[in-house]
Nanobody, 120 residues
Framework: QVQLVESGGGLVQPGGSLRLSCAASGTIVSINDMAWYRQAPGKQRESVATITIGGSTNYAEPVKGRFTISRDNAKNTVYLQMNSLKAEDTAVYYC??????????????WGQGTQVTVSS
């Protein structure tokens, strides 16, 4: 069993910054890709940023240049540094990880989500 726990969400003014963290725990052999998704009210969940175990990153166009995803493999943790936040960034942010739980058994896990609200 694997659990992903997000933290760092909250209320911030436009132009401000937040850093989200997501720590994975449980029966883990290794973790391949990790990612952040978000879902605003009335909208579908969308990918925000992804990072491979080697550190290669990809970003959704709306956050490119403002958000930075990183990871600490020793801590099984992924981070999302969010700068120059806009009201449009308001959403529940979810951590996602591709986890190896056994020899050739990989499973996708989701965190419970953390609320980010950008408002003046």
């Amino acid at each position: 069993q694997v659990q992903l726990v997000e933290s760092g969400g909250g209320l911030v003014q436009p132009g401000g910054s937040l850093r989200l963290s997501c720590a994975a725990s449980g029966t883990i052999v290794s973790i391949n890709d990790m990612a952040w998704y978000r879902q605003a009210p009335g909208k579908q969940r969308e990918s925000v940023a992804t990072i491979t175990i080697g550190g290669s990153t990809n970003y959704a166009e709306p956050v490119k240049g403002r958000f930075t995803i990183s990871r600490d493999n020793a801590k099984n943790t992924v981070y999302l540094q969010m700068n120059s936040l806009k009201a449009e960034d308001t959403a529940v942010y979810y951590c996602n990880a591709d986890v190896q739980v056994y020899l050739y058994n990989w499973r996708r896990y989701w965190g419970q989500g953390t609320q980010v609200t950008v408002s003046s």
